[in-house]
Nanobody, 114 residues
Framework: QVQLVESGGGLVQAGGSLRLSCVAS????????MGWYRQAPGKQRELVAD???????RYGESVKGRFTISRDNAKNTMYLQMNSLKPDDTAVYYC????????WGQGTQVTVSS
């Protein structure tokens, strides 16, 4: 069983930055996609960013130009660099990896104060 562990969340003022990390407990073979979703209170979970197997990155409309997704295969780690944060970015952020199975992390809280 693979575990994904997120870290890097916290409280930040609007305009600030955070970098989230998602570490897998072991190497995952045949990854089709990996990325980040978020869920704010009372809202549906939404795509933040992901990396597809063809090498393309996708970003949610609300984070384009501010967030950057990346990965370090040697460390089994995925990152989400979040700049110019806004109060609307406040949510629990979840990482996922999809191979033959779908794995989710437990989530990390990001709170942006105005």
């Amino acid at each position: 069983q693979v575990q994904l562990v997120e870290s890097g969340g916290g409280l930040v003022q609007a305009g600030g930055s955070l970098r989230l990390s998602c570490v897998a407990s072991r190497t995952i073979a045949s990854i089709n996609a990996m990325g980040w979703y978020r869920q704010a209170p009372g809202k549906q979970r939404e795509l933040v960013a992901d990396i597809l197997s063809g090498g393309n990155n996708r970003y949610g409309e609300s984070v384009k130009g501010r967030f950057t997704i990346s990965r370090d295969n040697a460390k089994n780690t995925m990152y989400l660099q979040m700049n110019s944060l806004k109060p609307d970015d406040t949510a629990v952020y979840y990482c996922y990896v999809r191979s033959a199975y779908l794995f989710w992390g437990q989530g990390t809280q990001v709170t942006v104060s105005s």
